[in-house]
C-alpha cells in the first residue's frame, strides 16, 4: 500500500521541528504524498514544499482549523490558495482567538496557584500558539514531566486551566476552506463523534474524511468507511506528527489502500 501523510506539524504550529525537517521525516518514512497541516496557518508551507520537490514527493498545501463545537473537532484542508488574502485574514483572526483563549487559561492557572506567566508561553510560540506550548511551559519549569501530563493535569476538560476552544463553527470552517479553493476534510474524527453531523457537513461542502489515523480502532475504521460509501466521500490519512521530542507517534507516514489512493490522488491532481 502507497504510504502517505496528509496530517502533519511543524514548529510554525505546535510541532517541534521545522517546516523542512518534518517533509524530510516524511522522505525517509518513503512517503509518497504530503501535506504540512499547521493550524491556524500556512507560513510553513512553501519551505516544506521545496524539500518535497526536491525528494519527488507529491504535494499539497495543507492547513488545520479548530472549531469551537468540540476541542479536537478539527478540518484540514488541501489545495489551498495560499494567496488568497480573504483566508489569510480568517488564519489570523483564529491566530488571535488562540492567544485570548492562551491568555485565558494562563489566568486560571495563576488562580489555581500555578507558577506560568504569558512570557513563558508565548516566547516558545512565535506563530500559532496552542496548549501544548501551555504543556511545554509547564514541562520546563518541572511542574509536570512531559507534554501529555501538562495536558492531563491542567489543560483538559475539568481540569484547573481548561477554556473551551474559541474557533469558529464546522461550517464556517468548510466555507473558508472551499472559499480558498481548498478540500475540506474532517481530521481525526474519532476523537469528536460526539458531534458528528455529516449531515450538515457535506451540504456544507466537505468532501472527505481522514479514516486512516493511528489511534482508529479497525472498528472504527469501517465505520468510518461505512460513513465515506453513503456520503460520496473520499479517503484520507495522517499520523498527526509532531516532531520528535512532542512525545507522540516518532514517524509520519500512513498506509492508504491502492483503491483509495487513486481516487486521492485523482481529486488532488485533476490534471
Not at 525537517?21 to 512517503?31: W, Y
Not at 493535569?153 to 480558498?180: D, F, N, T
Request: proline share 5%; charged share 20%.
Amino acid at each position: 500500500m502507497p504510504k502517505i501523510d496528509l496530517h502533519t506539524h511543524s514548529h510554525f504550529s505546535d510541532g517541534t521541528s521545522s517546516p523542512q525537517e518534518v517533509a524530510a521525516d516524511a522522505a525517509r518514512a518513503k512517503v509518497k504524498l504530503f501535506a504540512l497541516t499547521d493550524h491556524d496557518t500556512t507560513d510553513g508551507v512553501i519551505q516544506a514544499q521545496a524539500v518535497c520537490l526536491e525528494r519527488g514527493i507529491r504535494f499539497t498545501a495543507g492547513v488545520e482549523i479548530s472549531t469551537r463545537e468540540h476541542d479536537q473537532l478539527h478540518f484540514t484542508g488541501y489545495n489551498i490558495d495560499l494567496q488568497n488574502q480573504e483566508f489569510q485574514n480568517f488564519l489570523a483572526r483564529n491566530r488571535q482567538l488562540r492567544r485570548q483563549r492562551i491568555c485565558q487559561i494562563i489566568a486560571n492557572l495563576q488562580k489555581a496557584g500555578v507558577d506560568l506567566t504569558e512570557e513563558d508561553v508565548f516566547s516558545r510560540a512565535p506563530h500559532t500558539v496552542s496548549r501544548a506550548h501551555v504543556a511545554d511551559a509547564l514541562k520546563t519549569k518541572h511542574i509536570v514531566i512531559s507534554r501529555q501530563e501538562g495536558f492531563r493535569k491542567y489543560l483538559l476538560p475539568g481540569c484547573p486551566g481548561y477554556v473551551p476552544s474559541a474557533g469558529v463553527s464546522a461550517l464556517e470552517a468548510i466555507s473558508h476552506i472551499k472559499r480558498a479553493g481548498g478540500i475540506a476534510v474532517i481530521a481525526h474524527p474519532g476523537i469528536s463523534s460526539s458531534v458528528w453531523n455529516f449531515p450538515a457537513w457535506v451540504e456544507a461542502g466537505l468532501e472527505g474524511i481522514e479514516v486512516f489515523y493511528p489511534a482508529h480502532t479497525l472498528r472504527l475504521k469501517q465505520e468510518l468507511l461505512s460513513i465515506a460509501r453513503r456520503y460520496g466521500l473520499f479517503c484520507t490519512g495522517g499520523s498527526d506528527y509532531h516532531g520528535p521530542s512532542s512525545g507522540r507517534i516518532l514517524r509520519p507516514g500512513i498506509n492508504l489502500p491502492d483503491t483509495h489512493y487513486d481516487r486521492l490522488i485523482s481529486r488532488l491532481f485533476p490534471h
